[in-house]
């Protein structure tokens, strides 16, 4: 038996605080099988530390853990329980060092226009730190994620709340459709291996290089595109007034945390449009004063409360007028006044968009109630998936968890692929010119004319990654008898490479019986959902963005929350990584948490993952007992879904401490009770009666901690013995747990 090891990260906000309660019992019943548990930490404090260490003493240094597990990614034996971690928007960013640095640790400001080589290398690692830093790093492999039988019984015979859709709803999705980044998309297949170069050339000739050096493989896709700025600008005018007219909530929905360069922006032109009274009359004042309305509207809004005592009366009246003049706004929270433009990373699409549709196509407005909404996505690459649902909840109403089917996913994103907009291939234009890629022969590969303030992007798609794609993609088809559908668009330049590319790769494979489809996105979200409603299945084989679409918008829908999800990431080198679920939710989780010590974190994709983690693990390290393990604990989540343990929303009831605790009763029990192993049901036994004894003061001294403020003395870093002591209030049950 070789050696049998689970790595599980630390990361942030509800998941993390979950973890110091969860992990205990992990490495107990693990401990049991001979099965170590390490932990890594790539959290956002712990990777903003990470790169660092010279600013930091060396007791407080923290090893660079995200870049340590992206090469054991790369290995057979990587077993990685990954859970939902930050992916961090400039605000999130900054108040993640302010808070470091008032703890002790020696860090330097984020250098917003670095003016020296020093503050050059300094803004580069923050950056290195922004966004979806960890998931292109770690996801060697494709993603097959989907809804456990187990959980999707459960949803059918306790379905959550679904708002009531009427046939003239005015909710609707505006797009762009032309000047964006789907229409002036250009996308070639790379005949040999090469390097590439960015330049921009400017009207006189002048030459910058945007970037110097980019290798591409043999067989590799490279796209690049643009977005207008003045047509964006025009765009979201023109919306404004449509929301202004039909008497609906204004509502942009981006997506600035995964696509860290480009949406920024485009959230900031969305600020700039809607306050446009406000950035033509005071925009030279608020630029000095350190205004960037690509970091929100609360960022400006600062900046404004910082001006003299006039000045900030006169631009406040003006802000009133606005609002009174303007549409109304969808708001984040009503009773504190933060809208839909706050903060980039408070409203995200494939959380945002789903959450509307399953309230009926409403969001809140400033008074606390719901209305009809224009959900406005520039870009049209993915808007008519949205468009597609709206419609048919228009004609067929809202969709009945009781019966629906499910749609699980196979999704592209092995070795970085379809990394949209966010990546240092990724540029807002400075002047007018040509952006051209050339390779090492000097000859141009992709050429654009673009203006000053157009946002260009570049994304490649490895070969390997696509084969392995259409091989998973296959092999779920015959696994589920569900059709699988390619959500691929012939007349977009990058679908249509990937398109010729699946029809070559399925060549590959025996499909013989197996419904298979390629469709462009809108047609596919037709297919699927009009097979929903039938109380079928469909596979949805998408790329990378919507990937994460996807697997929001219908378990969402069909789950009431995606963090209900099995993700299976099987890593191309015969490793594994285990997801949990998303973590949208997280921040209010731990709100309620400092403010009552109640966390209604749900922790079933933990359960899920861990169980698949330990059966892999099982069968490439030869241990029996880790397949034990894992069926015993399915069978200890199927009983905590059956006996309704799972986190309640309201304070005195079960929160996540408490379905730990059941979650380690019901899996002791099940371990004492099979058959297969005796030493670890002979181990577990003695467990099982001690849990049986002590439930109900188990049960008082968790739900006894529960009513009273928490300071857990940091938020991105919480302090370990505060959160220990936090998530870990009954005597009782550690005494158990440390008892196995």
Not at 605 to 623: I, Y
Request: hydrophobic share 40%; glycine share 8%.
């Amino acid at each position: 038996m070789t050696e049998s090891k689970i790595i599980y990260t630390h990361t942030d906000e509800a998941p993390a605080l979950a973890t110091y309660s969860f992990l205990p019992i992990i490495e107990a019943f693990a401990g049991a099988a001979g099965i170590d548990v390490e932990t890594r930490d790539i959290s956002l404090a712990g990777r903003v530390v990470s790169q660092f260490p010279e600013f930091v003493a060396e007791d407080r240094r923290i090893p660079d853990h995200l870049a340590e597990l992206g090469e054991l990614a790369t290995t057979p034996e990587a077993n990685i329980i990954k859970l939902p971690n930050i992916s961090a928007s400039m605000p999130q960013l900054k108040a993640t060092i302010a808070e470091l640095q008032a703890k002790g640790y020696d860090l330097p400001d984020y250098p917003d226009e670095p003016s020296t080589p020093e503050e050059e290398d300094i803004k580069a690692r923050y950056d290195r730190v922004k966004g979806s830093a960890v998931n292109p790093v770690l996801r060697e492999g494709n993603s097959d994620r989907r809804a456990p039988r187990a959980v999707k019984e459960y949803a059918k015979v306790n379905p959550h709340s679904m708002g009531a859709w009427s046939s003239d709803s005015k909710t609707t999705v505006a797009t762009m459709g032309e000047h964006d980044f789907r229409s002036n998309e250009r996308s070639v297949t790379m005949g040999a291996a090469d390097e590439l170069r960015i330049e921009h050339v400017a009207a006189d000739g002048t030459v910058t290089v945007l970037k110097q050096s980019v290798p591409v493989q043999e067989g590799e896709v490279v796209d690049g595109t643009f977005m207008s700025s003045d047509a964006l600008d025009r765009f979201l005018a023109e919306q404004v007034d449509a929301a202004r007219d039909a008497g609906v909530l204004f509502s942009l929905h981006m997506k600035a945390t995964m696509m860290k360069v480009s949406d920024p922006i485009i959230f900031g032109h969305g600020v700039v449009t809607y306050f446009a009274p406000i950035f033509e009359k005071y925009g030279d004042v608020l630029e000095a004063a350190g205004a960037d309305p690509a970091n929100g509207w609360n960022q400006v809004l600062t900046v404004i409360d910082g001006l003299d005592d006039d000045t900030k009366a006169a631009i406040h009246a003006d802000i009133d007028a606005v609002y009174a003049n303007g549409p109304d706004l969808a708001m984040v929270d009503s009773d504190r006044g933060i809208t839909n433009l706050h903060v980039p990373s408070d409203v995200i699409i494939d959380a945002s968009m789903p959450a509307m549709i399953r309230n009926g196509g409403q969001m809140w407005d400033k008074n606390g109630d719901t209305r009809d909404t224009l959900a406005v996505i520039p870009d049209s690459s993915y808007a008519g998936v949205y468009q597609a649902v709206i419609d048919d909840c228009k004609a067929n109403g809202a969709y009945d968890p009781t019966t629906m089917g499910t749609v699980p996913n196979v999704g592209l994103m092995a070795q970085k692929a379809e990394e949209y907009g966010s990546h240092d291939k990724t540029f807002e234009i400075a002047d007018a010119g040509t952006v051209r890629v050339v390779n090492q022969a000097g000859d141009t590969v992709l050429d654009f004319e673009v203006d000053a303030g157009d946002i260009w992007r570049m994304c490649n798609v490895r070969d390997l990654p696509i084969q392995d794609w259409v091989k998973l993609a296959v092999t779920r088809a015959r696994a589920t008898g569900a059709p699988a559908v390619f959500w691929l668009d012939e007349q977009r330049a990058h679908d249509a490479e990937l398109i010729r590319k699946v029809a070559r790769y399925l060549e590959d494979h025996d499909t013989e019986g197996l419904e298979i489809h390629v469709m462009a996105p809108a047609e596919a979200t037709k297919f699927s959902v009009d097979r929903i409603r039938q109380g079928l299945d469909t596979i949805s084989v998408t790329g990378n963005v919507l990937r994460d679409y996807n697997t929001d918008l219908f378990p969402i829908l069909e789950l009431g929350t995606s963090a209900k999800m099995l993700s299976v990431v099987p890593l191309m080198n015969g490793g594994g990584l285990f997801e949990t679920g998303a973590g949208g939710s997280a921040p209010k989780h731990v709100q309620q948490f400092e403010k009552e010590n109640y966390l209604r974190w749900d922790s079933l994709g933990e359960f899920l993952a861990l169980a698949v983690s330990l059966e892999h693990l099982g069968e490439v390290t030869d241990n029996p007992k880790a397949k034990v393990l894992a069926d015993a604990l399915d069978a200890a989540t199927g009983k905590l879904l059956q006996e309704n343990k799972s986190p309640a929303r309201r304070l005195g009831s079960i929160d996540n401490r408490g379905s730990h605790a059941y979650l380690a009763k019901y899996w002791a029990e099940a371990l004492a009770a099979q058959t297969d192993d005796a030493e670890l049901a002979a181990a577990f036994a003695p467990v099982a009666a001690q849990f049986a004894e002590h439930e109900s003061q188990i049960n008082d001294e968790l739900i006894g901690a529960q009513g009273h403020p928490n300071d857990l003395g940091g938020y991105f870093m919480p302090e370990p013995d505060l959160a220990a002591a936090a998530m870990r209030p009954s005597p009782t049950l550690n005494g158990i747990i440390a008892s196995i």
